[in-house]
T-cell receptor, first 115, second 115 residues
Framework: QQQVKQSPQSLIVQKGGISIINCAYENTAFDYFPWYQQFPGKGPALLIAIRPDVSEKKEGRFTISFNKSAKQFSLHIMDSQPGDSATYFCAASMVEETSGSRLTFGEGTQLTVNP | NAGVTQTPKFRVLKTGQSMTLLCAQDMNHEYMYWYRQDPGMGLRLIHYSVGEGTTAKGEVPDGYNVSRLKKQNFLLGLESAAPSQTSVYFC??????????????FGQGTRLTVV
């Protein structure tokens, strides 16, 4: 079963616009929620991550909003640029000694930013 | 600093053949992981290791075996390849558990086709 659901599957925005990608999770034991960015032919790379004790985290143009009661979190990309065109994955993990930070991924969102 | 290196980058196998994918990390990370990436399904965990000499099953372990004889290496084996194992395989590693240490670093991937 898919424990982390991601939407939309694909997203097209204009340069300078806001990109929003949403994720929902089922397991309330998850305590680490990263977003990964993947360019074609490359491995995923960590973009930003949040723990459930905060509702928002911002790093530059990228913001995670986290709603613990709704079991949802989202990625907002402000002032989207063509260079942001990539596949974005949300993920969730229980970070613990017996398993490290093994990740459960969402399905991915293909973001295209038009110039 | 190479990070996580996967070998080979591409491979075509015939059904029933065997092969080993090699992952090497130079960051002295305790935890290592093997994922497979399929269209529309995100990345799914195959096996993982919490330290040298240890391995454990992930979400989709059937048809795969792993070994971690040295801390820096994590091998993924396919004993008898099947077309369903056609995928892109990613190795990842992470340092520890606390904030800032849970980040998983990914290799560039191995694209495997089984015909």
């Amino acid at each position: 079963q898919q424990q982390v659901k991601q939407s939309p599957q694909s997203l097209i925005v204009q340069k300078g616009g806001i990109s929003i990608i949403n994720c929902a999770y089922e397991n309330t034991a998850f305590d680490y929620f990263p977003w990964y960015q993947q360019f074609p032919g490359k491995g995923p790379a960590l973009l930003i991550a949040i723990r459930p004790d905060v509702s928002e985290k911002k790093e530059g143009r990228f913001t995670i909003s986290f709603n613990k009661s709704a079991k949802q979190f989202s990625l907002h990309i402000m002032d989207s640029q063509p260079g942001d065109s990539a596949t974005y994955f949300c993920a969730a993990s229980m970070v613990e000694e017996t398993s490290g930070s093994r990740l459960t991924f969402g399905e991915g969102t293909q973001l295209t930013v038009n110039p | 600093n190479a990070g996580v290196t996967q070998t080979p980058k591409f491979r075509v196998l015939k059904t029933g053949q065997s092969m080993t994918l090699l992952c090497a990390q130079d960051m002295n990370h305790e935890y290592m992981y093997w994922y497979r990436q399929d269209p529309g399904m995100g990345l799914r965990l195959i096996h993982y290791s919490v330290g040298e000499g240890t391995t454990a099953k992930g979400e989709v372990p059937d048809g795969y075996n792993v070994s971690r004889l040295k801390k820096q290496n994590f091998l993924l084996g396919l004993e008898s390849a099947a077309p369903s194992q056609t995928s892109v395989y990613f190795c990842a590693s992470s340092y520890g558990l606390g904030d800032g240490n849970a980040e998983a670093f990914f290799g560039q991937g191995t694209r495997l086709t089984v015909v």
